[in-house]
């Protein structure tokens, strides 16, 4: 069963890509890669803010990782 959790910020990493931060404190990217995979709203400040505290799987807790350092 996939563990979900909400969007609680974001930052950039190193090539510029969106991370989302997770409340469980993992952090996955977010891009939007069409036609793989269509996030449109990551492209805009907007778009990011409308997305906060939506939920997403968190294949880190899945696993059992630690929490990520930003």
Request: hydrophobic content about 30%; aromatic content about 6%; overall charge negative.
């Amino acid at each position: 069963m996939s563990m979900k959790h909400s969007i609680v910020g974001y930052h950039k990493d190193e090539e510029d890509h969106w991370v989302a931060e997770l409340a469980c404190g993992h952090n996955q990217h977010v891009r939007n890669d069409p036609p793989l995979v269509s996030r449109p709203w990551v492209e805009s400040e907007f778009g990011r803010d409308s997305m906060l505290g939506h939920k997403l799987d968190c294949k880190k807790c899945d696993s059992d990782l630690p929490v990520d350092n930003k």
